[in-house]
C-alpha cells in the first residue's frame, strides 16, 4: 500500500496525549493514525530559519517548518483568513481583499510545494487539507511531482454570486483544477463548486462524471467528515469530572446546555447567547433550573474581526448574569480556555441539551460529539442549526435557524421538556447516521476514490 502524505496549513503533533482544539486537527490525527504516514505543514511559529524540521510519534512523522514574518501576515492572516475564511462562510461584509497578500498566499504555497518534494516517494499518495492550500497541487505539478494528489475542503464552498467576489476567483479556482479529486463536505458545496465551474468558466461535465474545466480533467465528490463515535463515548464516560452530580434527571435539579467552539464569528455565539437570554426571558420557568456553558477557545486573535467578535461576546455575557444571575445560580459560564478532550466529552455526557448553532459550518463536528456521548439510555437533545453541514445528516435533531433568536429559544424550552421516549427515538436515529459515517469511512473512501479514479493524462502546470 503506498505511503500518505498529509499537508494542511497547520501540522498539530500530539502533546502529552492531547489533540489542538479545531476540527482539522482532530480529523487528520485520526485518519492518520489508522494508516501512518508523514503530515507536512506549518509548526505555528514566526521565524526567520526556513529549515524543517521532522519528529516522529509513533507511526506519523511530523515536518514542519516555520514562516518568515511577511509570509504569516500575508498568506495566513491576510488571504487565507481575512479573504477567504469569510467569504467562504458567506460574510462578504467581513472580507478584505488586498493584492499583495493574494500574492504572498500564491508564493507560500509554491514555497511548501517545494519543501515537500524531496521528501516524496513515487507511489506516495498526497492528501491537502483545506482553503489555505487551494493552489498546492498547480505548484506540485509545476516542480513535475506526477503522484495522486487529492483535495478536501474542509469549510462550505460559497455560491457563484458570493466566490466571485474574489477579484481573482478565475485563476484560483483554475489552479484547483490541479488536483486528481477534489472533496467536499456536502452536496450543497459540491453543487456550489460544479456551478462555478460550468456557469462561469464553461467547463463541461464528461459522460464518466468526471469534470473538465481549464484544460483540465478532475473529479468532485461528497465525503462527509466523521467522528470516532466507540472513542468518544469511552472518553465521555470514563469522565470523572466535577460536573458529573450535575445530572439531568433524578435528584438534581438544574440541568446543562452545553457549547463548544473556536471562537469564530461563524459558529453564530452572539445570536446563541441572545436567544438564551430570551429563552429565560419567554419561559421564566426554566430559571434557576438550568446552566449554559459555552466553552470558546479563542482562535487566530491577531485578526481583527476574531477581537471584535471576542468583545461583542464579553459585552452580552455580562449582560446576561449582570440582569438575570443570583447570589446562588450564575446562568451563563462563559470560558474563554481549551478543554481536554475527555473533559469535553465528559461534559456534552451530562448536558440535557448540545446548542450547536453556526451561522454557517462545513460540517461541525461537536454537533456529531455530543450525540456521540450520550448515555442511549438517557440521551440529551441536540439543537442544531440548519446551516451546519452536519444537518444534513443529524436530521433528528431540533433543526433550528440561527437568525431566529425567538425559534431558538422556543427550541431550547422544548429540548428541555422532550420525554425520555422521544429523546431516544432521535438519539437511535442519529446514532445510525454517524456509524454510518464515520471517521474511518471518510477517509477510507476518500483515499480509495482517489487512488482508483482514473483522470486524463494532464499537461504539466505553465508558469
Ligand atoms: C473545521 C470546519 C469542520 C473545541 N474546543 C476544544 C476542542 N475542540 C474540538 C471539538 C471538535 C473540534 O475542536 C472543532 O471542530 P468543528 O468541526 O466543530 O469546527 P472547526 O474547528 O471550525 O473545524 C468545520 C471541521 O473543520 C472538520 O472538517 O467540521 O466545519 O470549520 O472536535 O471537540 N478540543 C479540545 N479542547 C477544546 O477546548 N481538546
Same mark, same amino acid.
Given at each position: 500500500m503506498s505511503r500518505l502524505v498529509v499537508v494542511s496549513n497547520r501540522v498539530a503533533p500530539i502533546k502529552a496525549g492531547k489533540v489542538a482544539a479545531g476540527g482539522l486537527a482532530v480529523g487528520i490525527h485520526d485518519a492518520l493514525r489508522q494508516s501512518g504516514g508523514i503530515w507536512f505543514g506549518w509548526s505555528g511559529e514566526v521565524s526567520a530559519n526556513p529549515d524543517i524540521g521532522c519528529e516522529t510519534v509513533g507511526n506519523i512523522t511530523y515536518a514542519t517548518l516555520a514562516l518568515n514574518k511577511r509570509d504569516y501576515d500575508q498568506y495566513y492572516r491576510g488571504f487565507s483568513n481575512a479573504t477567504l475564511w469569510p467569504i467562504f462562510h458567506y460574510r462578504i461584509d467581513l472580507a478584505r481583499y488586498n493584492r499583495e497578500e493574494y500574492e504572498g498566499y500564491r508564493r507560500v504555497n509554491a514555497m511548501l510545494a517545494e519543501k515537500?518534494?524531496?521528501l516524496l516517494k513515487p507511489d506516495d499518495i498526497i492528501w491537502i487539507h483545506d482553503y489555505h492550500l487551494i493552489p498546492f497541487a498547480e505548484e506540485c505539478r509545476r516542480l513535475s511531482i506526477r503522484n495522486r494528489i487529492g483535495f478536501f475542503l474542509h469549510i462550505p464552498f460559497p455560491p457563484p454570486e458570493i466566490l466571485t467576489v474574489i477579484p481573482p476567483h478565475n485563476e484560483l479556482l483554475r489552479t484547483l483544477c490541479y488536483y486528481d479529486l477534489i472533496g467536499f463536505q456536502t452536496d450543497t458545496d459540491r453543487l456550489a463548486f460544479q456551478d462555478y465551474m460550468t456557469r462561469e468558466v464553461r467547463g463541461v461535465i464528461e459522460a464518466d462524471g468526471s469534470l473538465t474545466a481549464y484544460g483540465q480533467n478532475f473529479r468532485a465528490g461528497v465525503y462527509p467528515i466523521g467522528v470516532? #463515535? @466507540?472513542?468518544i463515548r469511552e472518553l465521555a464516560e470514563s469522565y470523572k469530572g466535577r460536573r458529573r452530580p450535575m445530572r439531568r434527571n433524578t435528584d438534581v435539579l438544574r440541568k446543562n446546555i452545553i457549547s463548544v467552539d473556536r471562537l469564530d464569528y461563524s459558529k453564530g455565539l452572539v445570536e446563541r447567547f441572545k436567544a438564551y437570554e430570551a429563552f429565560l426571558d419567554r419561559f421564566p420557568e426554566h430559571r434557576r433550573l438550568v446552566e449554559f456553558i459555552q466553552i470558546a477557545p479563542t482562535s487566530r486573535s491577531d485578526v481583527k474581526t476574531y477581537q471584535t467578535i471576542r468583545q461583542q461576546l464579553e459585552s452580552e455575557a455580562g449582560h446576561i448574569?449582570?440582569?438575570?444571575?443570583?447570589l446562588d445560580w450564575t446562568p451563563l459560564h462563559y470560558l474563554n480556555k481549551s478543554h481536554d478532550r475527555r473533559t469535553l466529552m465528559g461534559l456534552f455526557r451530562y448536558a440535557a441539551v448540545g446548542f450547536v448553532t453556526p451561522l454557517r459550518d462545513g460540517m461541525n463536528l461537536v454537533a456529531k460529539e455530543y450525540v456521540a456521548s450520550q448515555? #442511549? @439510555?438517557?440521551?440529551?437533545?441536540?439543537?442544531?442549526?440548519?446551516?451546519?453541514g452536519a444537518a444534513k445528516e443529524l436530521t433528528s435533531a431540533l433543526i433550528v435557524n440561527p437568525y431566529d433568536c425567538i425559534g431558538m429559544a422556543e427550541a431550547l424550552d422544548r429540548a428541555l421538556r422532550m420525554p425520555l421516549a422521544e429523546r431516544k427515538d432521535r438519539y437511535e436515529h442519529m446514532m445510525r447516521a454517524i456509524r454510518a459515517a464515520d471517521l474511518d469511512a471518510w477517509r477510507d473512501i476518500?483515499?480509495?476514490?482517489?487512488?482508483?479514479?482514473?483522470?486524463?493524462?494532464?499537461?504539466?502546470?505553465k508558469k
Open positions: 515537500l518534494k524531496p470516532v #463515535p @466507540e472513542e448574569n449582570g440582569r438575570l444571575s443570583d448515555n #442511549p @439510555e438517557d440521551p440529551g437533545v441536540l439543537v442544531l442549526s440548519r446551516f451546519a476518500f483515499l480509495r476514490d482517489l487512488r482508483t479514479f482514473s483522470s486524463r493524462p494532464r499537461p504539466a502546470a
